[in-house]
T-cell receptor
Framework: EAGVTQFPSHSVIEKGQTVTLRCDPI?????LYWYRRVMGKEIKFLLH????????ESGMPNNRFLAERTGGTYSTLKVQPAELEDSGVYFC?????????????FGEGSRLTVL | QKEVEQDPGPLSVPEGAIVSLNCTYS??????FMWYRQYSRKGPELLMY??SSGNKEDGRFTAQVDKSSKYISLFIRDSQPSDSATYLC??????????WGAGTKLIIKP
């Protein structure tokens, strides 16, 4: 069974450009989470989808970040325009609805470098 | 002040040693406590979770929670070079959101 896959694994862009990160959850997992880890800091929650609906987006830092999950399958996280402080590793995680919070499966992350 | 404090390390120990990794937290409302292992360029993977104060053992790993002191620990017995990774503690708040420590980098020397 395929795990959570994220693309790209690493993206290097200049300040002001746009980047779109993609996450494909495990098949059948309706819960999808985005997290971010800035270098040297702890992982922070960004948002949570249940199917295509945003259940909680309280962690989104500002309106330059847009997450979508059309059709309730894969999700995208767009950063537009990117700023230097957006650099970090963006993790996606998925789980079954009704599963415990520790039953999350994480992807390998998308490393974003903004120059 | 961070909600969860974790020494970033690195912590370097010889193979076969007992490793002790720790986190302290400030919010007494935290309910569930997890330990994740993260290898370089990989995502976190769950090692153990606990709810109540006390010990929970799984093979070479023991998770310990002391809610009165707001202190959690992960012990690794008979450490192996393959245990070299970053270990992250995480705990759930009242909204069941994960609150993470910054991670401790562990190096097991052969």
């Amino acid at each position: 069974e395929a795990g959570v896959t994220q693309f790209p694994s690493h993206s290097v862009i200049e300040k002001g450009q746009t980047v779109t990160l993609r996450c494909d959850p495990i098949s059948g997992h309706d819960n999808l989470y985005w997290y971010r880890r800035v270098m040297g800091k702890e992982i922070k929650f960004l948002l949570h989808f249940v199917k295509e609906s945003k259940q909680d987006e309280s962690g989104m830092p500002n309106n330059r970040f847009l997450a979508e999950r059309t059709g309730g399958t894969y999700s995208t996280l767009k950063v537009q325009p990117a700023e230097l402080e957006d650099s970090g590793v963006y993790f996606c995680a998925s789980s079954q609805v009704g599963g415990a919070i520790w039953e999350l499966f994480f992807g390998e992350g998308s490393r974003l470098t903004v120059l | 002040q961070k909600e969860v404090e974790q020494d970033p390390g690195p912590l370097s120990v010889p193979e076969g040693a007992i490793v002790s990794l720790n986190c302290t937290y400030s919010n007494s409302a935290f309910q569930y406590f997890m330990w994740y292992r993260q290898y370089s360029r990989k995502g976190p993977e769950l090692l153990m979770y606990t709810y109540s104060s006390g010990n929970k053992e799984d093979g070479r790993f023991t998770a310990q929670v002391d809610k009165s002191s707001k202190y959690i620990s992960l012990f690794i017995r008979d450490s192996q070079p393959s245990d070299s990774a970053t270990y992250l503690c995480a705990m759930t708040d009242s909204n069941y959101q994960l609150i993470w420590g910054a991670g401790t980098k562990l190096i097991i020397k052969p």
